[in-house]
């Protein structure tokens, strides 16, 4: 199925991940995803590890990371800061929908590529670490600072530690999703709505991140209550925490209000806990946190990880593993809900990685194609899609543009 953004064409001048991954989210809806790399090395992530052999040519160096980022997109080579290039470059635009680019602010107006110097039906999608404007918006920033501006990082860790950064590129991908709902809103204002007017979408990494702190915020305004790292644990819920299993592994049980509790409890085998005066409220137990909190532990540490999580899903307790990429190509759920694709990779061959996310009940989505090898799609990108003879591409390579 070409799902339901079959004809709209996106063009992915972006590198590292938010951009491209807001095109490629767009892309698994059925879009027509066309990723301009620089002709001399491509896409950043074409470059980060881990890294596996190639099996066409034998040699190593081909990245993982790439062949998951990079999939569901056709890819083309354009040296924008060349005059030639910026005028390749303006005939593709002329053909698409949808712009996601995340260089510096002013690097494309310093080419002629910006918002202005295009098409106004075009939805821009801008994403960059501070925003297009304010007092940092010229600062070079990656995910990290986004976690750190955000106010995502202070909250992180254990209390008494440093703050630890999430296990993922949080901002980056945070920015992607929101940065594609824009654009989708955008799209329908000028389509469906009749506008024919694209948009500018400006999508700060801190910004995402900003965006789902909770009441961090509103309880600074009205409290005066500066939030900071809890660990596992939170101040006004227990117990809740990432418990040591007796094989070694972590477990994650979450049991802070009544009905929970009452079930942990007798999942436990512990019903006298619930005639406790240090438990029998959620803020009694709250403020008694450590207490409970050891209790289960030691319990915890008498189980294996699968033990405890048969008995309280047998007790009708939350509860669920910290599971590693081990246990997720294992486990037959994620298998049923076909959480995972193999996805025809043209260097590596057949490959697992995340399935398109999430589905529309009914409707089998496509499997997105394998990430392409830098400027696969040349000659119909520049030939097919904007007009170029074959001999002007041939020239345009000859020059070193293409």
Avoid at 348 to 366: I, K, M, N, S, T
Wanted: net charge negative; hydrophobic share 40%; glycine share 12%.
């Amino acid at each position: 199925m070409g799902g339901p953004l079959q004809g709209l064409r996106v063009i992915d001048v972006g590198t590292r991940i938010g951009a491209p991954f807001c095109a490629g989210l767009l892309g698994e809806w059925g879009a027509e995803v066309v990723k301009v790399e620089q002709p001399d090395g491509g896409d950043f992530m074409r470059g980060i590890g881990p890294f596996v052999e190639d099996e066409s040519s034998g040699t190593p160096g081909y990245s993982l990371f790439w062949a998951v980022e990079g999939r569901g997109r056709k890819s083309a080579t354009c040296d924008l800061r060349r005059s030639e290039g910026q005028a390749l470059f303006r005939r593709l635009t002329a053909t698409a929908d949808v712009i996601c680019e995340n260089f510096r602010p002013g690097t494309l107006e310093g080419w002629g590529l910006g918002p202005a110097h295009l098409d106004p039906r075009l939805v821009f999608v801008r994403i960059s670490a501070f925003g297009q404007d304010g007092p940092y918006a010229h600062r070079p920033g990656l995910d990290r600072l986004g976690v750190a501006y955000g106010g995502l990082l202070h909250l992180t860790g254990e209390a008494d530690r440093p703050p630890v950064r999430p296990g993922v590129t949080v901002a980056d991908y945070l920015t992607g999703v929101f940065a594609a709902e824009a654009a989708l809103a955008a799209l329908y204002r000028r389509d469906a709505r009749g506008t024919g007017q694209g948009a500018v979408v400006d999508a700060s990494l801190y910004g995402s991140v900003l965006r789902i702190l909770e009441w961090t915020v509103a309880g600074y305004e009205k409290l005066g209550i500066v939030r900071s790292r809890q660990g596992n644990r939170l101040s006004n819920s227990a117990p809740l925490d990432n418990y040591r299993s007796g094989d070694g592994r972590y477990v994650c049980i979450v049991a802070g209000s009544d009905a929970n509790f009452a079930r942990l409890c007798r999942a436990m085998g512990r019903p006298d806990l619930l005639e406790d005066p240090r438990f029998v409220t959620l803020a009694e137990r709250a403020r008694h946190g450590d207490e409970i909190n050891a209790e289960v532990a030691a319990w915890a540490l008498t189980h294996s990880a699968e033990e405890l999580e048969a008995v309280c899903v047998a007790h009708d307790v939350p509860v669920a593993a910290a599971y590693s990429a081990k246990e997720i190509a294992l486990d037959p759920h994620f298998a049923a809900r076909r959480d995972l694709v193999e996805v025809a990779d043209p260097v590596v061959g057949p490959l697992h990685q995340q399935a398109p996310y999430p589905r529309l009940v009914g409707e089998e989505q496509a499997v997105p194609r394998g990430a392409p090898r830098l400027g696969a799609d040349n000659e119909e990108v520049w030939c097919t899609m904007t007009g170029l003879s074959t001999e002007e591409l041939d020239e345009m390579v000859a020059k070193g543009v293409v």
